[in-house]
């Protein structure tokens, strides 16, 4: 058992100017202003990016959205602090107009994780290899 795992989820629209190929290679580089935040650093403890499959033709996949997010927070303090950085707000959200259709905290959610079933003892925390299915 492990303790309460705080979590920022958000689904990402791109930038309606940005195609669907280019909107991951966009993203990263948006991320890779987070890393230069040091609140950002303490306050994000790891991070999934989940981009849409484009090519996936399941009928039952939606296409509303180019991708999941999901940041695993230190604390819930931090669900609200990293909003009221301002090196983050002057770094990171100036660039979100780039990349998404609307600003990041327009369609975030802080939520709790509950593990219904942890049939390998997971941490709480993505994985490489692993497939994250968001429903």
């Not at 994000?44 to 989940?50: E, K």
């Not at 660039?95 to 259709?101: K, L, Q, S, T």
């Not at 600003?103 to 994780?113: G, M, P, Q, T, W």
Request: charged share 20%; hydrophobic share 40%.
């Amino acid at each position: 058992m492990h303790g309460t795992v705080w979590k920022m989820i958000y689904l990402a629209r791109r930038n309606p100017q940005l195609s669907a190929e280019a909107f991951p290679q966009a993203w990263r580089e948006h991320a890779a202003l987070g890393r230069q935040c040091r609140n950002v650093g303490q306050r994000v403890q790891a991070v999934a990016q989940c981009a849409r499959v484009l090519h996936a033709d399941a009928p039952a996949l939606s296409r509303d959205h180019d991708g999941v997010n999901l940041m695993v927070l230190a604390d819930r303090a931090s669900g609200q602090l990293i909003w009221e950085d301002p090196e983050t707000l002057s770094i990171m959200r100036p660039d979100e107009p780039r990349v998404f259709a609307d600003y990041v905290r327009n369609f975030a959610l802080l939520c709790k994780e509950q593990v219904l079933v942890d049939t390998h003892g997971s941490s709480g925390r993505p994985q490489n290899g692993q497939v994250i299915l968001i429903g």
